[in-house]
């Protein structure tokens, strides 16, 4: 299953990349959503997948059992996720607030700071 | 999509669902759940109900603006981690109930700093999505 | 001794908060800080009488051998008094000189931050301090020279002095850390009884290199002297200042300073005598042809300096002695000529040479003080430079077999010398007063009494040389050499050799006076040799570095996004690449590896398929929807391998993300239709690699062990600190609280940031 998750992964990367380097702002910005995606499965896995052993202590328990999924990573993804949220609806807000002074999502049009776009 | 069973639907799913995402907070500590999700799980309740009825009703129904949980939530976290203080403990260092309340289990300082992390995510979410729908 | 360095930078903090409430008022008072510090220096004559010298050492980063070590020899007394005591004069007239300017605050800062780097720089015994002094010399020169920053003429000068200083200092940092390596210690005094060590060792050749090369820059030698003449845009404080008595010294000084440990050596010798030499002769021939008062300063300035070179490069007793006295007569003498040159500029308005004349009918005093520091520049006696003259030919007279050469040389550049102090302090003040210049009047006691003083010392120290014999002159030849010194210091030795070259020299350069008037003609003359300067050429080299740059720019600069993307991932792929095929053995532990169901198989080819989609399709709605597709997967895969709280998460957030997509997606742009299959190719095959590497990468760090010390210390105190069951959720609002305090404000951050980016109304240029 690892194999198939590291595929995954470079998938996502690969896809990532190929959107960010169209000229479309609306790619770019799926671009970003793809890699962070990508990102937060790398460091999953980095973890050491573990399967039906969620990192809850048992109600009978003070500590985890001897297997468990690692805490960690899993507390850092949460993050990420929630984080990324609010990076997205920025960009896409970004993206649009732009094209309407703009009138453009060329990349290749914007790339003049002077008011002579 | 604003249908009648839709219409209809919305309003006992609103008050359903936020209920749901009080309960998921609550038992953040013990099982799978927690501010974070349960603040998202609350804001899918009210935009769920302002795709059904229009965003005025749903802002009708919250009767403040959504921003306004940002600031509360973020202080409601900094009060909780700050309480310590007042004990001569360090910043951020949990304090409990002696006795367990029903359902929720124990008590503590991170079940408000929890509920602030909620209310902010409640926030920001419903700003950001109330914020463009309007906008457009 | 701490204090007195320190007090110049407080003082220059300080100066502009209080300097902006006393407006219009006078400013003379400043004067008053290098005064004091002249006075505390002073107090400690009897000590350096007696031949004693004080150290005082403060720690600094005592770690890496950098200490505020300060040590009051003969040497450093000696700019110690010269520093303050030509400062407190130069304070007085800028107050004068500089009345009512909008920024003389600024300069007041800017000048006591010199004064102290330079205190600084003179006092250290620390290698180190010394090179950090050193350059605080440079950068507050630097602002000085600049100081009147809107004449594109004097940024330039400013630029090319820090250019040229700045490139030398990083010469004394490496001779620094060179002596540092190879003696251990990083005190110069302690350097001294390191000598024949130091001279035998393999690095003592190139820390000599480093080290003339940033004596060089700083006392404008050749061929690095072409940035004192452009320094001259500055006020003619600053000029008097730093381009005449103190800054530009500091070369002599580290050459001084380091004698006793690197000299006496056959490489440091004839070096010295040898840039000395040309530059003391090439500056003194330009000198005389100059047309601006302050040109001719700037050159007789670089040959005197060249001389003091010379004589450090001699090296014999006479010649250290002789650069002693020649550090103070012409300190004296030029701040004198540079203090007389400002003030006729500040009167007339001109510095150039062939207009001016009679001016001693309209300013006696001013005219005094002018004509006494020509007095002791020509060495005439009974002057303090008469003194200096023949203590430089007696000096070059006991050189052997090129005795007559060197002597020859000196009595060139002696004569031009003459020449050009004629020129600055006697040439405008006689003959006929210019119509014009009628109704001008002699300026306020502060512009005028600072030179008259040293001009009057000039002659005092010629008549008593005793005065400074046993204080100053002595102390200082005993720090440069080492031995006691036994020595008097005459005015009148007989007739004599000596005697008979000084009148050659004397008779030869007023012969000049008489004979060569400067003209345009003679000027144009000379600048046609400027095409084979050393200033043209490094000009050039400055120019074609920055058409390189701009064009090294222009190509990672190009304002395309994707091109940085694009450089920067090939980098990383090649820097990947390079690393997995040259040394890294790619293995795979397939023992460790868990079983494929089928569900998680068919979530995987559901991913991959959306993937795709996402990628190729071109409608929005269903990139999106694919999107939302590829976030439901994550969902499944978050179930399967334990970790509920990131589902629930990600449910919730891949449903508000298609919500805000969809939302937004009809007011977005449609997808450009771009037909270039060869960047999509490109692009496409970067993309590969990439994720292939990344692939690999993540495959071999599966590999490495991972430690677990973090995950075991939060599974096993969750509940015991915690009192919590979900060890994710404790970890956010318990262990790494704090963490999530500053997240959930990045998240209020971003909402705002959205709110004002929709809701706040549109700049007027940007409506539509």
Known sequence: MEILLVIIIGLLYAAGIYMMLRRSLVKLIIGLILLGNGANLLIFLLGKIVKGQPPIIASSEKMLGELYADPVPQALILTAIVISFGLQAFAIILVKRAYKVVKTDDLDEMNATDEDL | MKTIIFKTASAYLLPLLLLFSIFILLRGHYLPGGGFVGGLMASIAFVIHSFANGIDKTKNIMTFHPGFLMPVGLLLALVSGALPLFFGDTFMTGLWMENAVPVIGKVGSALFFDTGVYLVVIGVTLTIIFTISEGL | ?768
């Open chain 3, 1 to 768: 001794m701490l204090i007195a360095v320190i007090s110049g930078f407080i003082f220059a903090l300080v100066i502009p908060m209080i300097m902006g409430k006393l407006k219009g008022k006078s400013t003379i008072w400043v004067a008053l800080l290098p005064f004091s510090i002249f006075g505390f220096f002073l107090s400690k004559l009897p000590i350096l009488l007696a031949g004693d010298t004080i150290k005082a050492s403060y720690q600094w980063v005592p770690s890496i051998g950098i200490n505020l070590d300060f040590h009051l020899d003969g040497l450093s007394f000696l700019f110690v008094l010269l520093i303050s005591g030509i400062g407190t004069l130069v304070f007085v007239y800028t107050s004068s000189y500089l009345k009512g300017h909008q920024y003389l605050d600024r300069f007041y800062a800017y000048l006591s931050m010199f004064m102290a780097s330079m205190l600084g720089l003179v006092l250290s015994d620390n290698i180190y301090a010394l090179f950090i002094f050193w350059e605080l010399t440079s950068i507050s020169s630097f602002f000085l020279i600049g100081f009147n920053n809107d004449n594109p003429d004097s940024r330039k000068s400013a630029i090319t002095a820090l250019a040229i200083t700045g490139f030398g200092g990083l010469f004394l940092m490496a001779a620094m850390v060179g002596l540092g390596q190879i003696t251990g210690t990083s005190q110069i005094s302690a350097l001294i009884p390191l000598t024949d060590s130091i001279q035998s060792h393999e690095l003592y050749g190139w820390v000599l290199v480093f080290l003339f090369i940033a004596a060089f820059t700083k006392s404008a030698q050749f061929p690095f002297h072409f940035w004192l003449p452009g320094a001259m845009k500055a006020p003619t404080p600053v000029s008097t200042y730093l381009h005449s008595a103190t800054m530009v010294k500091a070369g002599i000084y580290l050459l001084a300073r380091f004698t006793p440990v690197l000299g006496n050596h056959e490489w440091w010798n004839s070096t010295l005598i040898i840039v000395g030499a040309i530059t003391m002769t090439y500056a003194a021939i330009h000198a005389l042809f100059r047309l601006d008062l302050k040109g001719i300063l700037a050159y007789s300035t670089i040959s005197a300096l060249g001389i003091l070179v010379f004589l450090i490069g001699l090296g014999t007793k006479d010649a250290l002695l002789a650069a002693a006295v020649f550090i103070l007569v012409h300190a004296l003498y030029k701040a004198t000529l540079f203090l007389v040159t400002g003030i006729i500029d500040h009167e007339t308005g001109t510095r150039d040479i062939r207009q001016l004349g009679g001016l001693n009918k309209v300013m006696l005093p001013v005219g005094i003080a002018a004509i006494l520091a020509a007095i002791s520049n020509a060495g005439i006696p009974p002057s303090f430079g008469f003194v200096g003259k023949d203590l430089i030919y007696e000096a070059t007279l006991g050189m052997g077999d090129i005795a007559w050469l060197l002597t020859g040389l000196a009595i060139i550049t002696n004569a031009a010398l003459l020449f050009a102090g004629f020129l600055a302090g006697i040439k405008p003040f006689v003959g006929k007063l210019p119509e014009k210049y009628q109704k001008l009047h002699l300026p306020s006691p502060a512009m005028y009494l600072p030179p008259m003083l040293l001009g009057i010392l000039g002659i005092l120290f010629g008549l008593a040389p005793g005065l400074i014999e046993g204080g100053i002159i002595k102390p200082v030849v005993q720090s440069i050499t080492g031995g006691t010194p036994d020595f008097q210091l005459k005015l009148w030795h007989g007739f004599n050799l000596i005697l008979a070259l000084s009148a050659i020299t004397i008779g030869s350069g007023i012969a000049l006076y008489f004979l060569l008037k400067p003209s345009e003609g003679l000027l144009a003359k000379v600048t046609r040799f400027e095409k084979i300067s050393p200033h043209t050429i490094i000009n050039k080299i400055a120019d074609a570095f920055v058409g390189l740059s701009r064009i090294w720019t222009k190509f990672f600069q190009n304002g395309y996004l994707r091109f940085y993307l694009i450089t920067i991932l090939s980098f990383l792929c090649i820097l990947l690449a390079y690393r997995f095929f040259s040394g890294v053995e790619l293995y795979l532990d397939t023992s460790k590896l868990s079983d494929v169901t089928f569900y998680e198989a068919v979530v995987v080819v559901i991913m991959a398929t959306a993937i795709f989609f996402t990628v190729f399709s071109n409608s929005r709605l269903t990139a999106v929807a694919s999107l939302g597709v590829v976030g439901y997967s994550f969902c499944m895969i978050f179930l399967f391998y334990s970790a509920p709280d990131l589902a629930m998460t990600q449910f919730s957030i891949d449903t508000l993300t298609v919500i805000l997509f969809v939302l937004v997606l009809y007011n977005l742009p449609r997808y450009l239709v771009l037909p270039d299959n060869n960047d999509k190719i490109r692009d496409g095959l970067l993309a590969l690699v990439f994720g292939g590497l990344i692939s690999v990468l993540t495959l071999e760090v599966m590999n490495e062990s991972v430690t677990k010390e973090i995950s075991e210390y939060y599974a096993k105190n969750a509940y015991i600190l915690g009192k919590g069951k979900n060890v994710v959720n404790v970890i956010l609002v318990d262990f790494r609280g704090f963490d999530t305090i500053v997240e959930i404000t990045v998240l209020a951050i971003a909402a705002i940031g959205v709110f004002g980016l929709l809701k706040l109304h549109l700049k007027s240029t940007e409506k539509e």
